[in-house]
């Protein structure tokens, strides 16, 4: 009956043993220090042993407050970059097609992945001329920002060539050189 309500006398009865259980003790001023108690019950015949070892555990708190702080500013971090892939993915693909008379355009974006990273597939529909309209369906290599960076080029540039080059071919062999000057193995 005595040992109830004191938990680590509790443990100490039925286990035998405590490690690293975190507590505060006052020091001779009165100051409350962090440290880590550890100890094991010795039952001899005629006695009863308690072994006691407290370590003073500012720097470990410390520590591992920073650690957890840390960990929560890398869970911000990524939701962070997450909410940026998804903006900058939005940004390559159109949000519907547009509409175009006489024709029934649809389309379907789906991510590889969790979608929480920035791919580098892309479509793009639009009108060149009067009843003229270009459809482009691409995939840069790889993914992330890099992709995401080729891949806005890509699709600005043939909405660029694609209204002063009117042959499809030609339009890809442009790209394929614009492509080159910009220096991306993607």
């Not at 355009?105 to 309209?133: H, L, N, T």
């Not at 890099?146 to 071919?169: E, K, N, Q, Y």
């Amino acid at each position: 009956a005595e040992t109830i309500g004191n938990p680590v006398i509790n443990v100490l009865d039925i286990e035998g043993v405590v490690r690293e259980i975190a507590v505060d003790v006052l020091d001779a001023h009165g100051t409350r220090v962090p440290v880590l108690l550890s100890a094991n019950v010795d039952d001899a015949p005629d006695r009863r042993l308690i072994r006691v070892v407290l370590l003073e555990a500012r720097d470990r708190r410390r520590y591992e407050t920073d650690l957890l702080e840390a960990m929560r500013a890398t869970e911000s971090a990524r939701q962070h970059a997450a909410e940026l892939a998804e903006t900058l993915q939005r940004t390559l693909v159109p949000p519907t097609p547009p509409s175009i008379e006489g024709l029934t355009v649809s389309a379907a974006y789906r991510p590889a992945g969790d979608g929480r990273e920035v791919g580098g597939d892309f479509y793009d529909v639009f009108q060149i001329a009067g009843r003229e309209w270009m459809v482009v369906v691409g995939d840069v290599t790889g993914k992330g920002i890099s992709a995401a960076l080729v891949t806005a080029f890509v699709r600005h540039t043939i909405r660029d060539l694609a209204m002063r080059v009117g042959d499809p071919s030609d339009l890809l062999h442009e790209l394929n050189d614009a492509l080159l000057a910009h220096d991306t193995e993607r």
